[in-house]
């Protein structure tokens, strides 16, 4: 059956006896997809083979009376429980029989793991309070200032799908993407509401989408030429923002190629939307070095900022600039003053030019109520969108002097009642570095009380200390969010676990199995 043995990659496997073990050789069929660039950009390439080959291996060295069983919780490790778990949801069975290899084939126990069918992890997403903290930052911009909604890495982690149809009810004027699956998405809803690419494309994506009312980047002539070129054979003249690098050293025009600008500014087949940076520091407590990027950025655009249409927007400020300096009326005004830019008379007319052009905010992690960092947080009226709760399912009492979680690096000082989560890294949840005894520990939030985290976060389980309390089985679990009047947040959670907001964000809401909207 040419159906059951060419599998789905189009791959075949030959199988030559080599002493005591199993060798796979692998090689392609010569039969291709029409078109090789359809595929994503970054490509995780999961060798369904090899992991046959792996249980196969294991199974032939077990002894007569070892059976195998093939592990495939958290979405199988990453790599995809539909591909990786046959279609039949059967598993095999490896035994030795002298000189060959028998499969037996036993069908798996699957069973939804809540009968309502909520997943026991819920990530919570409240929809309103995304609307609230876009249109409350809208409320703080100035009257020339624009609001972009960023969306990009399926909206942080929140749920492209479910928020982008509220950034746009919201009264943004554009949204911040990066791949063309997400512009495709978006444009199945709203044909309207203009797309900012916030990276530069390839010649294929830029032609995929060209007439999709997509913005591009350009950072480089090079890269001008490559999209002006996909508008002249698509008939039509890409709209692009001209990106000028902040000191990321990344992306962008470097301010010593300005003449390249000049030349992008002249191109058939683009047309010139906006000017843009983006800074390396806008989230820490000196200003300083954000306030002299911007004042650089400022000088070089007055350079060529005649040849602009006036309402070219002209932007700089992601979620950390936004609140430090467009959120607050004269605030980069004041910077300036401070930084003592304007004894130099001709800053203060550069200034004055500059100002009369249209800007933007482009708000990413502010917009979810997540912290851009310690120094720079959101304002108080904001509230996070994305909570992640769990349920105790099993409690246990522990005597004094035994140890909790792998490696040992809990142990127990007195009697204690351990409560058991089924959430870990396979959740999202992050995994620390070791905590010992006597350190500050991660807590979760139980009826609007803290618990603290004991022993090491695991793949599907985390351990906490619920010692001298009444707490049962199926009470609810906080990890991230409100409960009461007290709160676990992200910037919390990326303090104890030494990693940011955005990751934070981005890894829970990434089990798109566990969302629930609200």
Known sequence: GLDKLAPEKKMITRVNRNRNHTKLKQRTLSIRASNERKLPINQVVINTFAYQHNLIYIGSLLPANASLCAVLKGDAYGHG??????????????????????????TLSIRASNERKLPINQVVINTFAYQHNLIYIGSLLPANASLCAVLKGDAYGHGLDKLAPVAVSSGVSHLGLVNNHEIIQVRNTNRNIPIIRLRPATAFEAQQVCHLNVQELVGSHSKALEIAQVGIEAGTDIPVHVMLDGGLNRKGFNYEDLDQVHKVLELDGVTVKGVMTHFPNADAMDERDTVIELATFFRNVHKFHKKLPKDTIIHYANSATTLRFLCKEHAIFEAFNRAGFFKDE????????????????????????????????IFPQMRPVMALHSKIVEIRNVPSKKTVGYGRTYITQRPTKIATIPCGYADGYPRPNIVKNGEVRPMVLINGKRYPIIGRVSMNLITIDITDSDLEVDDTVVLLGYDGNDNISALELSYWYGTITYTIACNIGNCVDNRVFE
């Open 346 to 377: 001709e800053f203060v007319r550069i200034y004055g030019d500059i100002m009369q052009y249209p800007t933007m905010s482009r708000l990413g992690i502010a917009s979810y109520g997540l912290d851009p960092s310690e120094d720079i947080t």
């Open 81 to 106: 429980l539909d591909k990786l778990a046959p279609e039949k949801k059967m598993i095999t069975r490896v035994n030795r029989n002298r000189n060959h290899t028998k499969l037996k084939q036993r």
